[in-house]
């Protein structure tokens, strides 16, 4: 972790409005990124993921604003796996900057509505190499089906008194790789998930309840072939007491719908932000799929 970067001041969360477009409950000032997270209220909320090694902390702004203005609920930062803290924190600290510009345009607007800007924006990293402090909280991952002790608590152990001195909130995340898997798979070694393992997600699901997880983040791989199948995303359902976070190879609206309407509480789309020409064919995007999952 770049001393420079360690030595920044981490600004306070932002409170979310109880209710934003769309009629999706959202954060209130008391509650906590987790409370926020965790409580979706019978609805399927959208995560846009940014990955900063793929634009500069500016172009990556834009996209998040664009995502915010079309539906998204939630921002995360990450994706590649060898991405400096530099990077990742300039990005954040770009966002962050572009949404309080707008926040306070909104205040100073009789029509505006400052409060849809205060969404949490939330480190999804590679590794302990790339933290931020500007960030509100980080899904504090276990990469359960991994085959490595890397992945199931080398990098936690790392990043975890920075995480502490920041600031950044954690989010308590088993995260188990599903095929195809992609590169996340390859580079974490995972014992993929078979769409037919319908048995072994569900215990993967208990142990995840087990250990004390809040979010179970089921992941096809970025840029996969295929989404994660939803028989497996209902078979996770049935295990009280987890958010169930679901991404990799949805990109499209109908793909969306068929998570959500498994048992998804969050849908994450990061290819789709990658792949839009410009910013309008991005918000047509994203705003086809938080119509279709909702």
Known sequence: MDSGV??????????????????????????????????????????TLIDPAKQDPNTAANRAMVAIEAGSAMIFIGGSTDTPDEVVHAT??????????????????????????????VLFPGGAH????????????????????RFLVGEQVRGAPYLQK???????????????????????AAELIQPNDHDLVHAYALTAQMYGFKLLYLEAGS??????????????????????????????PEQAKRAADAGADWIVTGT???????????????????????
Request: overall charge negative; some cysteine; glycine content about 8%.
């Open 6 to 47: 360690c030595e920044l001041m981490m600004r306070n969360p932002y409170a979310v409005a109880a209710k934003p477009a769309g009629g999706i409950a959202m954060r209130r000032s008391e509650e906590t990124t987790l409370e926020y997270t965790t409580n979706c209220h019978g609805k399927t909320r959208h995560v």
């Open 92 to 121: 954040c600290v770009a966002i962050q900057e572009a949404f309080e510009l707008r926040a306070f345009a909104a205040s100073q607007d009789p029509d505006g509505d400052e409060t849809m800007w205060q969404i949490p924006v």
């Open 130 to 149: 790339a933290l931020s402090p500007a960030a509100d909280a980080i899904t504090f991952m276990m990469l359960m089906n991994s085959t490595e002790r």
């Open 166 to 188: 920041f600031g950044v909130e954690a989010l308590p995340t088993g995260y188990v790789v599903c095929a195809p898997g992609g590169r996340v798979g390859e580079v974490g």
């Open 223 to 252: 840029g996969a072939s295929n989404q994660v199948n939803p028989e497996l995303i209902e078979r996770a359902r049935t295990v009280d007491g987890l958010t169930l976070v679901i991404g990799g190879g949805i990109r499209s």
């Open 272 to 294: 789709l932000t990658e792949d839009a020409a410009n910013l309008e064919e991005l918000r047509a995007r994203i705003s086809a799929v938080v119509n279709a999952i909702n």
